[in-house]
C-alpha cells in the first residue's frame, strides 16, 4: 500500500513562490512516475505535470510551463513541485500521485494512488 502526504501549500501574493512537497510510504518509488494534479473550487482536477519514474522525463501543462519545475528525489522518496511566477488562476487544491508504471502521463486515470492534497492560493 501507498501512502502520499502533500505539504508546501500555503497563502502566497501574485508573483511569488512555493514549492510543494509530497512524501510517498513504500518500496519501488524509483520505479513509477508520479504526477501533480490541481482542482479549483467548482472546476474539474487537471493536470499539472508529471515525471518518469528516473526523473529524466517530465510534461507540463501549457499555462505553467517556464514557470513550475517538478523533480523528485528518489533516495527521499519525495516529489517536488517548485512554483514560481504565481498567478490567481493558480490557486486550487494541489495533490500528487503515483502512477504504477514508469513512463510519465498526463492522465488522471492512468494514477493509482492520490494523496490529500495541499490548498494553494495566490492572491491578486
Known amino acids: 500500500q501507498v501512502q502520499l502526504v502533500e505539504s508546501g501549500g500555503g497563502l502566497v501574493q501574485a508573483g511569488g513562490s512555493l514549492r510543494l512537497s509530497c512524501a510517498a510510504s513504500?518500496?519501488?518509488?524509483?520505479?513509477?512516475?508520479m504526477g501533480w494534479f490541481r482542482q479549483a473550487p467548482g472546476k474539474e482536477r487537471e493536470f499539472v505535470a508529471t515525471?518518469?519514474?528516473?526523473?529524466?522525463?517530465?510534461f507540463y501543462r501549457d499555462v505553467v510551463k517556464d514557470r513550475f519545475t517538478v523533480s523528485r528525489d528518489n533516495a527521499k522518496t519525495t516529489l517536488y513541485l517548485q512554483m514560481n511566477s504565481l498567478k490567481p488562476e493558480d490557486t486550487g487544491l494541489y495533490s500528487c500521485?503515483?502512477?504504477?508504471?514508469?513512463?510519465?502521463?498526463?492522465?488522471?486515470?492512468?494514477?493509482?494512488?492520490w494523496g490529500q492534497g495541499t490548498q494553494v492560493t495566490v492572491s491578486s
Open positions: 500521485a503515483l502512477r504504477l508504471m514508469s513512463n510519465p502521463s498526463t492522465l488522471i486515470y492512468q494514477y493509482t494512488y
Open positions: 513504500g518500496s519501488s518509488f524509483s520505479s513509477y512516475a
Open positions: 515525471i518518469s519514474g528516473n526523473g529524466g522525463s517530465t
